[in-house]
């Protein structure tokens, strides 16, 4: 799935020039976390969080340091700090180095940018404008309608079938039996010997992430599993 499938558009944003008292009333109104800064044209140029908003003189929450601890700092961090804590501006404490996607992303690249920036937002943009933007709150929304579009009526048998195929396709579920896996009225039943915890985890896993599944019944105990391969060849 793309990015312009699941992005929020319109987009709440604000220009640069706005005061900070400004945005952050826009977050409460809005009730969002982040907001993106554009030039009238639509062209994204910064973005602004709450985290950008908490160390700020108005809420008595700045940066307090000892005379001592500051002579082992910096100028520019000192300043830096002030900026943050006494700007009147967006433009002077926004995030200009912002990562962004285009509409062609696909969700797993927007999922990894997120986890390798630790930021909970991705701008989308189309030549540089900003044309939609995807939060950690809409993937949610995604994993969510997934599970629900699961059709009830898939019969046991096509349940089965989906099961085994993605088990074929594992190292580690090679030397467990065929007739020990039953699907009745949707729900899974593994029986049988199973090697480890993790493989019996795994087991679970796949059985409910399988397309049709309602339940899954762990019966398998722990041994030494008998040699010979789960599937017959084909």
Known sequence: MRATKVMSTPVVAAGPQITVQHVARMMINHRVSGIPIVEEDGQLIGIITEGDLLRRVETRTERQRSRWNERFLPNSRLAADYVKSHARRVADIMTRDVVTVDECATLGEIAGLMEQHRIKRVPVVHDGKLVGIVTRADLLRILTSSAASVSDEDGDRSIRKRLL??????????????????????????????????????????????????????????????PGPLFPAI
């Open 165 to 226: 195929t993605e088990l074929r396709q594992h190292k580690w579920a090679a030397l467990l039996n065929e007739a020990d896996i039953v699907v009745s009225d949707g729900v899974v039943h593994l029986w049988g010997v199973v090697g480890s915890k993790q493989e019996r985890q795994a087991l679970r896993i796949v059985a409910e992430n399988t397309p049709g599944v309602r339940d899954v019944d762990d019966h398998m105990i722990l041994g030494p599993l008998r």
